[in-house]
Antibody, heavy 121, light 107 residues
Framework: EVQLVESGGGLVKPGGSLRLSCAASGFTFSSYSMNWVRQAPGKGLEWVSSISSSSSYIYYADSVKGRFTISRDNAKNSLYLQMNSLRAEDTAVYYC??????????????WGQGTLVTVSS | DIQLTQSPSFLSASVGDRVTITCRASQGISSYLAWYQQKPGKAPKLLIYAASTLQSGVPSRFSGSGSGTEFTLTISSLQPEDFATYYCQQLNSYPFTFGPGTKVDIK
């Protein structure tokens, strides 16, 4: 069974940092591109970042570029999101999601349960 | 960046109704479009990918169509478990933008 389990969320002050993790199981993690998607309270979905299977290709939303860093450790079946210089507008539930199909043609077929990040003083 | 719009933003429907949601892209995205269903407090669920391919395990009352800039998600006969918010997403180019969502509520 495919499982994605996020952790690392919590309350952080503006300007602070947080590192999210996503533990993957039930599939060959190293064969898939992975993504982070967030959802602010009561709002829609926002794609945050993508990393290819071998970390060769990395992309970010403009809203987080220069502040967030996506990475992965295929030996540990884990995905990460290092979030620096956090702002109130980064407050959201953060989901990791598996991308299926070449070039994302299959969409995001498995999602974690999400981890809440709250940026507030 | 490619922008997605969805219409309507909200719709009220009854069990058994046929429901259609439209997603429009600001530029052509071929068939690189996915549809998701999200219920409160839950992660999104993939329904349709490549504009018209039904994800495994998704009931056949869901269907998708379109290419280029205009796409539709149709629920042929709305069931109680289908009341949720629906999002489209383009995967033609980064950033992989989502539409603003359509909330389907009970009439």
């Amino acid at each position: 069974e495919v499982q994605l389990v996020e952790s690392g969320g919590g309350l952080v002050k503006p300007g602070g940092s947080l590192r999210l993790s996503c533990a993957a199981s039930g599939f060959t993690f190293s064969s898939y591109s992975m993504n982070w998607v967030r959802q602010a309270p009561g709002k829609g979905l926002e794609w945050v970042s993508s990393i290819s299977s071998s970390s060769s290709y990395i992309y970010y939303a403009d809203s987080v570029k220069g502040r967030f860093t996506i990475s992965r450790d295929n030996a540990k079946n884990s995905l990460y999101l290092q979030m620096n210089s956090l702002r109130a507008e980064d407050t959201a539930v953060y989901y990791c999601a598996r991308e299926v199909g070449s070039g994302g043609t299959g969409g995001f077929d498995y999602w974690g349960q999400g981890t809440l990040v709250t940026v507030s003083s | 960046d490619i922008q997605l719009t969805q219409s309507p933003s909200f719709l009220s429907a009854s069990v058994g109704d046929r429901v259609t949601i439209t997603c429009r892209a600001s530029q052509g995205i071929s068939s690189y479009l996915a549809w998701y269903q999200q219920k409160p407090g839950k992660a999104p669920k993939l329904l349709i990918y490549a504009a018209s391919t039904l994800q495994s395990g998704v009931p056949s009352r869901f269907s998708g169509s379109g290419s280029g800039t205009e796409f539709t998600l149709t629920i042929s006969s709305l069931q109680p478990e289908d009341f949720a918010t629906y999002y489209c997403q383009q995967l033609n180019s980064y950033p992989f933008t989502f539409g603003p969502g359509t909330k389907v509520d009970i009439k």
